[in-house]
Structure formats: C-alpha cells, structure tokens
Nanobody, 122 residues
Framework: QVQLVESGGGLVQPGGSLRLSCAAS????????MGWYRQAPGKERELVAT???????NYADSVKGRFAISRDNAKNTVYLQMNSLKPEDTAVYYC????????????????WGQGTQVTVSS
C-alpha cells in the first residue's frame, strides 16, 4: 500500500523559510502528479502548488514568487521550498499524489499524507 509521509514543518518567524518534503513509500512504478495543499483553521483545504511527472508546475496566486515546488521521480519525493513566509501561510500542509501505479498493477487515483503543521509567527 502506498503511503505519503510529510516532514519539515514547524514554527518560523515572518520572512523566514521552510522546506517541506513528502516521500511516497511502497512498491511504486509511477506517480502522475504530486502537490501540496493547505488548510487553515476554519477554512477549506486549498491548493498551494502541483507538479507533473514531466515537471510542469502550477501555483496558487498567493504563493507565486515565494514558494517553489520540485520533485525527484527516482525517489518518489516532492518538495516545497517556502520563502518570505507570512502569518497567513499558517496552516496544516498536506501532500497529495495523483495517479499512483504500483508494480503489483494496482492504481490509486488520489492519495493524501497525514499533514504537517506550519506556523508563521513572531
């Protein structure tokens, strides 16, 4: 069974940086797209950034120019470099994988990680 494990969250001051990582474990043959979403208290989960297997990226307007998503296909890992963090970036950040095919032949449409807390505060 494929699982996503996030790491790298924490407390940072405004203007600071954090790097999130998400590693997919299991007998994985390929992953179509990977991405990051976030959910702040009292708000709906929203897209932060996505990246396809070929490297095409998409960002929410609120993070363009500050965040950068990347992935290592060989390691089935996606990263989110977050710079110039603002208090409004505070949220639980969730990793997402779309179109996950295993060597066993199984296919999962959509898989979520457990989330990692990012808090931006002085």
């Amino acid at each position: 069974q494929v699982q996503l494990v996030e790491s790298g969250g924490g407390l940072v001051q405004p203007g600071g940086s954090l790097r999130l990582s998400c590693a997919a474990s299991g007998s994985i043959f390929s992953i179509n797209a990977m991405g990051w979403y976030r959910q702040a208290p009292g708000k709906e989960r929203e897209l932060v950034a996505t990246i396809t297997r070929g490297g095409t990226t998409n960002y929410a307007d609120s993070v363009k120019g500050r965040f950068a998503i990347s992935r290592d296909n060989a390691k089935n890992t996606v990263y989110l470099q977050m710079n110039s963090l603002k208090p409004e970036d505070t949220a639980v950040y969730y990793c997402n994988a779309v179109g996950v095919r295993s060597y066993s032949g199984s296919y999962a449409t959509n898989i979520w990680g457990q989330g990692t807390q990012v808090t931006v505060s002085s």
